[in-house]
Nanobody
Framework: QVQLVESGGGLVQAGGSLGLSCAASGRTFSSYTVGWFRRAPGKEREFVAGITRGGNTYYTMSVKGRFTISRDNAKNTVYLQMNSLKPEDTAVYYC?????????????????WGQGTQVTVSS
């Protein structure tokens, strides 16, 4: 069992930056692939970025070059650094974990989810 808690959301102007954290319980967190998803008002939850247990990273096209995902297994934490934010990045951001070893981008493939943190980008 893994419990995930996101933090770091808030309000920022377009062009600004925010850093999100996903803190996990459990001694085997390093063996999980972790993803960040987001859900904008009126839209489905969508994949944003992921990092495998081997440290390979992957992103959706709309955030590539602006967002960076990383992990610190000693701290049981995964981070999402978001730069050059746009109003269309406004959403509730969730982190999720799966024992799948390869890069996965669909919600159904993730077993554990956090409660989410709100990110609002003003124009």
């Amino acid at each position: 069992q893994v419990q995930l808690v996101e933090s770091g959301g808030g309000l920022v102007q377009a062009g600004g930056s925010l850093g999100l954290s996903c803190a996990a319980s459990g001694r085997t967190f390093s063996s999980y692939t972790v993803g960040w998803f987001r859900r904008a008002p009126g839209k489905e939850r969508e994949f944003v970025a992921g990092i495998t247990r081997g440290g390979n990273t992957y992103y959706t096209m709309s955030v590539k070059g602006r967002f960076t995902i990383s992990r610190d297994n000693a701290k049981n934490t995964v981070y999402l650094q978001m730069n050059s934010l746009k109003p269309e990045d406004t959403a509730v951001y969730y982190c999720a974990a799966t024992r799948t070893v390869v890069a996965v981008t669909t919600t159904a493939e993730y077993d554990y989810w956090g409660q989410g943190t709100q990110v609002t980008v003003s124009s």
